[in-house]
């Protein structure tokens, strides 16, 4: 038989399809972000990564690979004491209280705000029900002159 599928063959077809329906749901619920939502706080590393960024740049300045502040960066973190990243967890840590408020004033306002758009919506369709009413009264009244 040439050309002819085996179940194995079509066992494989169906697989790949499932995993592309499923990338595609992921990409749909990936797409549904808020841009509203404030951005999560960096952690101690990144905080310490802002400032050695600018003394890398002023220290190489020819250089431009993002790859090699990188490396230098993580090889410099690494071999500081826990004293000398105090201050960069402090800060990280300032940053996260900072981010907690927000996301509390901002979730505060989803709840609030779900409410009241319903209340909005649910008032524009009523006034769109009572215009096309009145349209509709109107015309019978220009048919009766």
Known sequence: MKGGK???DAMQTDDKLKRKAARATKRAKKAA??????KRP????????????????????????VSAVGKAGGAKWKSMTE???APYVQKAEKR???YNKSMQAYN??????????NDD???????????E?????????EDDE
């Open 121 to 131: 919506e649910s008032d524009k369709s009523k006034s769109e029900v009572n215009d």
């Open 96 to 98: 996260k209280s900072e």
């Open 33 to 38: 972000k808020d841009p509203n939502k404030p």
């Open 42 to 65: 960096p952690s101690a590393f990144f905080v310490f990564m802002e400032e050695f960024r600018k003394q890398y740049k002023e220290e190489h300045p020819d250089n431009k690979s």
């Open 133 to 141: 009413d009145e349209d509709e009264g109107s015309g019978e009244e």
């Open 108 to 117: 505060l306002k989803l709840a609030g705000g779900a409410n009241a758009g």
């Open 83 to 85: 004293d000398e990243k």
């Open 6 to 8: 085996t179940k194995a």
